[in-house]
């Protein structure tokens, strides 16, 4: 009895004690949903920990309001996919859990259990991942789906780019905090303090309002005269590996992190690009037919065997009378006419007609298809352009509708 009465008092305090070490508090209410201090709590360690921010309480006070607005809209896209009927596999959370692993350089399928002993529940990302998940095919079948470029956009942006070829394009990273979330500024001047160019792309993941991804820099090209022109400015004066001051736009706040940048070539209307690959002959006497329809014959042997750029460029260091390699992109109006008319139509890979000139012999080879009009080589890309402008305004729109719509309660932080 005793016995019971010691072990009753022990678990009295036991319990009064990891009550008041871990109290739960509600700060935020979304429709019939709470979100937690302890939820809020994680997901500030969670931000710090990929950004590799310093857990200390300065940085997280400042980044709480932002932390908690991600956890709202988190919660709210949620519900969104709930309502709709729409939902993610765990192969799908699975594959996304490997792909940021890998950006991260940590051993596969190790995450959630290194989350673990940092004292970060598994529920923290994974709920992050799904919500991800979740919006992505929400926008798909809301909005992506339904985005439309009309001609007369791609042709006026094209013709933008011709006049404006030659200029600088810039490979570019960037963070955007629309202005229709209050506190924009506060909230990009916070995440601005905190940046540098090692956690920049992890800062944008977590707080970017931003919908298009900017986890392959390879795809971030960017001409120069499609960029808002305080941007413009902006980014002409970074270094490569520079961030930004935060820009302020008509859309909102962006900093922007450069991560390359290139001069482009001068463009022109209807060109007509030859990738071209060449063999040549040299003859010993310019009026020696014998040697001339040796070479003639031989080359006519060769379009049997030879097959693609790659072969003629082996043939050519095999043998010590051929000369040549590639020639590169070549516009057909730097192009001789007898060589054009041998190359107009030929298969690409397959040796041409032989072309006698006052060099020698040539066989030419086409190493890729015919570039026929500039316009519409450029076209996918121009349209790509305008797409990723269309939808991430559709985007934040539909967010901003979600949470019209939603009975949000949030107390004090």
């Not at 120069?224 to 008509?250: A, C, F, H, M, Y």
Request: glycine share 4%; aromatic share 6%.
């Amino acid at each position: 009895m005793i016995k019971s009465n010691i072990f009753s008092v022990l678990l009295f305090f036991f319990i009064t004690f990891y009550t008041k070490s871990y109290e739960v508090t509600i700060i935020a209410k979304v429709n019939n949903e709470i979100i937690t201090n302890l939820d809020l709590e994680n997901r500030l360690k969670m931000a710090l920990d990929l950004s590799k921010l310093p857990n200390e309480e300065e940085i997280k006070n400042k980044l709480k309001p932002r932390v908690l607005d991600g956890l709202i809209n988190e919660t709210l896209k949620i519900q969104e996919a709930n309502r709709l009927g729409v939902f993610v596999t765990n192969q799908e959370v699975t594959e996304q859990i490997n792909r940021l692993e890998r950006r991260l350089g940590i051993e596969q399928n190790t995450l959630l259990s290194s989350y673990k002993q940092k004292d970060i529940p598994s529920i923290t990302i994974l709920n992050q991942i799904r919500s991800q998940l979740l919006w992505e095919k929400l926008l798909y079948n809301i909005v992506i789906s339904k985005v439309r470029v009309s001609e007369k956009q791609i042709s006026d942006t094209f013709d933008l780019l011709v006049s404006k070829s030659g200029e600088i394009e810039y490979n570019i990273s960037e963070i955007f905090i629309s202005l229709d979330n209050v506190e924009a500024e506060q909230r990009i001047n916070s995440i601005y303090s905190k940046l540098n160019s090692k956690n920049f792309l992890l800062l944008a993941e977590q707080f970017s309002d931003g919908i298009a991804s900017n986890s392959n820099p390879r795809n971030n090209w960017t001409r120069q005269s499609l960029l808002d022109q305080d941007i413009q400015s902006s980014v002409s004066n970074l270094d490569i590996g520079e961030i930004s001051r935060p820009i302020k736009t008509s859309a909102g706040y962006y900093i922007i992190l450069l991560n390359d940048k290139r001069k482009t070539k001068k463009i022109k209307k209807e060109q007509t690009i030859y990738e071209l690959s060449q063999i040549l002959f040299k003859l010993n006497d310019p009026k020696n037919t014998k040697q001339e329809n040796y070479y003639k014959n031989f080359l006519s042997s060769l379009k049997n065997t030879i097959k693609g750029c790659a072969d003629l460029k082996m043939l050519i260091d095999e043998i010590p009378e051929g000369y040549g390699g590639e020639l590169g992109k070549v516009d057909s109006k730097n192009i001789e006419s007898q060589f054009l008319s041998v190359i107009q139509g030929l298969p690409v890979g397959e040796l041409s007609e032989a072309v006698v000139t006052k060099d020698g012999v040539h066989g030419l080879m086409l190493c890729s298809p015919v570039i026929n009009n500039t316009y519409e080589q450029l076209k996918k890309s121009v349209e790509n352009n305008l797409r990723k402008q269309k939808i991430d305004s559709a985007a934040q729109s539909l967010l901003n509708r979600i949470r019209r719509k939603a009975l949000i309660e949030i107390n004090i932080l």
